[in-house]
């Protein structure tokens, strides 16, 4: 399951904005995109309720995505800033508000989900690649599943707990390893 390095590190969404020139720069920016992933997987105050993903341009980092503490954006900046090949870092990384009833939502959804059989080897993981991001109610699931099956599992299992929305923007392995084929 390509060790799910993509996975999620953490949900990062492996982007690298690569041009065609035959230089040695899309290599470079790939890797920084890789390194960046590698350093926001082994924070280890990122969990399954918080998404980043990120892109990188030239050794420019955008980090994008919602973080459920404001020290965690702070934190995921100063770690990506230190990778090596990083020019700057364009930090757009949102908090989430404070709510006892997301809380509440997040870990109902959480427990539904990773108690379910079907997800118990993504559980085991060291970092679970289903990220649910709840914003006033509204839930959106994020990460890497292994199949269609699982997305769509994920989704009827996070929709009994009262969201006011669920949205699925998770991806299987298939399409991310397309998505890292295709160059852009």
Known sequence: MLKRLMVTVAALTLTANVALAG?????????????VA?????????T???????????????????????????DIEKR????????????????????PFDDELRY????????????????????PPIHIVV???R??????????????LARSLATQFGALSVSNALKTDAEMREALEKPE
């Open 23 to 35: 230089s040695i720069e899309p290599r470079k920016d790939f890797q920084v995109l890789k390194d």
């Open 80 to 99: 990506v800033a230190k990778v090596n090949g990083v020019v700057a870092v364009r930090d757009q990384i949102t908090v989430l508000p404070v709510s």
């Open 108 to 127: 109902r959804i959480a427990r539904s989900i990773y108690g379910h059989s079907n997800f118990w080897n993504y559980a085991i993981m060291a970092t």
């Open 38 to 46: 590698t350093s926001v997987d082994r924070y280890t105050q990122f």
């Open 135 to 137: 914003e006033n109610g």
């Open 48 to 74: 399954i309720f918080d998404d980043v993903s990120a892109s990188v341009k030239d050794g420019v980092v955008t980090l994008t995505g919602k973080v459920t503490m404001p020290y965690k954006r702070s």
């Open 139 to 152: 839930v959106t699931l994020t990460g890497v599943v292994g199949s269609e099956v699982d997305r769509m």
